[in-house]
């Protein structure tokens, strides 16, 4: 009987810390529980059994039960009857997960749009695509590429779309998907942020090597020194866990933060600028807040990335959400469109040049595809690179827009290839390096 109440003690004992360590995870499952379900019913327009089936079908996650309101477009999710998360729906900005603090917020303003219906095809419009068959593709090989990427379904793949001589050669979609189905980015959303910061530089309105901490603490400070060309190359020196499998700094700035541009801004200094590469979705953030500081109004921040990238590509799916404090959530929560993911690489394919008006200059697509010293090739400002060859069998000058499970926007000038792949799993290195090395093997 001692010996049944010491294992009954002991039990009981681990339940209580197990609990105590797992119960704020809780807020995490149920936040992007609630986050996700929330945009994609109310931006992609996705069924709620469909998104908790599929896109909720990964480790914790799984563990939530999603409630949707069309009263008052939310979406509220807890696990197992715990931990309640909300997330509201607000046109124009997207979905934001409520707080304490939510109704202290105003979300009436929203970003002002100029969407133009023109006759031009993909890519300079949106009234179809050309469909001449070009001499120098061979369609047969382009066919192989395309059912070897979806034969498996265990691989969730959603789109591919191929686009060469800004001509859409392949393109296709998994049931419940099509041309004007947004998706959700996730990081590619990162690259967004690098080119509005290159429309203004182009614009002459910013220095990339001006440093944005100077005034604010003084240059007797180690912040003092950090650049926006450090922060871009996510090699700023301030201290970041990117770690999404606990509480860590990501997950507190994602599923806790009102105002994520303070995230990493309130870190230490761990070490001086260019010393230590860190990825660090809290620097896109930070990046982020910055640039709202450019302009005069909240209202202006709002409709620049509309007004001068997304409007004038006429990517008219593109769509940036907010956090609470109304600043863009430019780490992650970008959507568009697998067409439209493909005219923003296009952009760079064409040295940021739009159908005769220049956006950015054309150094600043050398820029970004710069590799970043301690990064192993693999980072340039804001956009992922081959220079190390990671994909042994694609030209080291391909660059990428990457988002969480397997989102890929691929730049490859060598063969003026743009490939937009959209999925629901991440890839390895060599399944990407096949995917593309078929593709291009259908190029002569």
């Known amino acids: 009987m001692r010996k049944f109440k010491l294992l009954l003690g002991i039990v009981f004992i681990g339940v209580i810390l197990f609990g ?29 059994v469909d998104v908790t089936l599929n896109d909720h079908e990964m480790t914790l996650i799984n563990l939530s039960d999603c409630e949707v309101s069309e009263n008052d477009k939310s979406a509220t999710a807890t696990v197992y009857g715990l931990m309640p998360r909300k997330a509201v729906y607000k046109e124009g900005i997207g979905a934001v997960l409520t707080n304490k603090e939510f109704s202290k917020h105003n979300f009436d303003i929203v970003p002002n749009r100029s969407i133009n219906k023109d006759s031009l095809h993909f890519p300079y419009g949106n009234n179809g695509i050309i469909v001449t068959l070009l001499e120098n593709v061979d369609y047969d090989k382009l066919e192989v590429a395309f059912s070897n990427a979806f034969k498996d379904p265990q691989e969730k ?218 990064s192993n090739g693999t980072y340039g400002a804001h956009f992922w690179l081959n220079a190390e060859g990671k994909y042994p069998d694609i030209s080291h000058k391909l660059y990428s827009a990457n988002g969480f499970q397997g989102q890929r926007v691929f730049i490859i000038p060598s063969k003026d290839l743009v490939v937009v792949r959209m999925g629901l799993k991440e890839q390895t290195d060599e399944q990407f390096n096949t995917l593309l090395k078929e593709i291009i093997a259908s190029i002569r």
């Open 20 to 48: 105590y360590f797992n119960y704020p995870k809780l807020n995490l499952i149920s936040g992007f529980a609630s986050k996700n379900m929330a945009s994609n019913v109310f931006i992609a327009h996705r069924d709620p």
């Open 157 to 374: 793949i959603r789109s591919l779309l191929v686009v060469h001589k800004n001509q859409i050669i392949g393109e296709r979609y998994i049931r419940g998907y099509s041309e004007d189905t947004p998706i959700l980015g996730w990081s590619m959303t990162k690259s967004i942020l690098a080119t509005l910061y290159g429309i203004l530089e182009y614009q002459g309105k910013l220095d990339i090597n001006s440093e944005p901490f100077s005034e604010e603490i003084g240059t007797n400070s180690q912040k003092s020194n950090i650049t926006l060309n450090h922060l871009l190359r996510m090699q700023s020196g301030l201290a970041w866990d990117e770690n999404y499998f606990k509480i860590s700094d990501v997950t507190r700035m994602l599923f806790l933060a009102s105002d994520m541009t303070l995230a990493q801004r309130n870190n230490e200094v761990i070490a001086p600028p260019t010393e230590v590469w860190n990825y660090s979705s809290g620097t896109t953030n930070l990046l982020s807040g910055i640039l709202r500081e450019q302009f005069k109004t909240h209202q202006e921040y709002l409709d620049f990335p509309y007004k001068s990238l997304f409007d004038k590509l006429g990517m008219n799916s593109a769509l940036l959400e907010t956090d609470l404090a109304g600043n863009y959530v430019l780490s992650s929560y970008g959507w568009a469109t697998t067409r439209d993911w493909a005219k923003f690489g296009l952009l760079y394919l064409n040295k940021g040049d739009w159908n005769g008006e220049r956006i950015f200059s054309e150094s600043w697509a050398d820029y970004v595809s710069k590799p970043t010293k301690d």
